[in-house]
């Protein structure tokens, strides 16, 4: 491997795990109904584990509910149940058409378990950054090694793979300060 491919590797996996941080954080209920909080959950229809997007249309008329329209009428008490079994804390509500699902409001208590969650989290994906970085410095090191790229090109690379690590930390930072407000607002 070249110089400018181990970088462009170790920026990928990176990006990567900056975005696997987002869709975590984007499963965690803050308070205000959100569609993507039903993204983890997986309801048995006709025997496959199928998510609740690909069975049903997830709208949210106002800040406090969700409302499930499953395409298939019979799948209704399947995706009640598989709601019931998850650990949403919400009891949804179906009339028999539609599954209604009352967001309520987070105690403080529940706010700071859920921001102890994203801190897991992002740090979670800190190790994946960290481990890039490791993998990078180990290719570039195998490339001087193999006289792919000169020492000073290994000091360089180096030196780029830090600042590409502490770029992408920073982002990791900032996700969660943003994500821990939005748990904490009231």
Same mark, same amino acid.
């Given at each position: 491997m070249d110089y400018d491919e181990i970088l462009m590797t170790a920026e990928e996996r990176m %990006? !990567?795990?900056? %975005?696997?941080?987002?869709?975590?954080?984007?499963?965690?209920?803050?308070?205000?109904?959100?569609?993507?909080?039903?993204?983890?959950?997986?309801?048995?229809?006709?025997? @496959?584990?199928?998510?609740?997007n690909q069975l049903a249309g997830v709208k949210t008329p106002d800040a406090r509910l969700l409302v499930i329209e499953p395409w298939d009428k019979s799948a209704l008490k399947s995706i009640e149940k598989a709601i019931m079994e998850s650990d949403l804390g919400?009891?949804?509500? !179906? &009339?028999?058409?539609?599954?209604?699902?009352p967001v309520p409001e987070l105690t403080e208590e529940r706010r700071r378990e859920l921001a102890k969650q994203c801190k897991g989290y992002a740090e979670d994906a800190r190790?994946?950054?960290?481990? @890039?970085?490791?993998?990078?410095?180990? @290719?570039?090191g195998k490339a001087e090694k193999a006289g792919d790229i000169t %020492? &000073?090109?290994?000091?360089?690379? %180096? @030196?780029?793979?830090?600042?590409?690590?502490?770029?992408?930390?920073?982002?990791?930072d900032d996700a969660f300060k943003a994500k821990e407000a939005e748990l904490m607002e009231v």
């Open positions: %990006e !990567n795990a900056l %975005e696997a941080l987002g869709n975590a954080f984007a499963s965690v209920r803050t308070g205000r109904a959100n569609a993507r909080v039903l993204d983890r959950i997986k309801v048995d229809y006709y025997g @496959a584990m199928t998510p609740i919400v009891t949804p509500s !179906n &009339d028999g058409a539609v599954i209604r699902l190790v994946s950054i960290r481990n @890039a970085r490791r993998d990078a410095n180990t @290719a570039l %020492e &000073d090109d290994l000091r360089g690379g %180096e @030196a780029d793979v830090q600042k590409l690590t502490d770029k992408y930390i920073a982002k990791v």
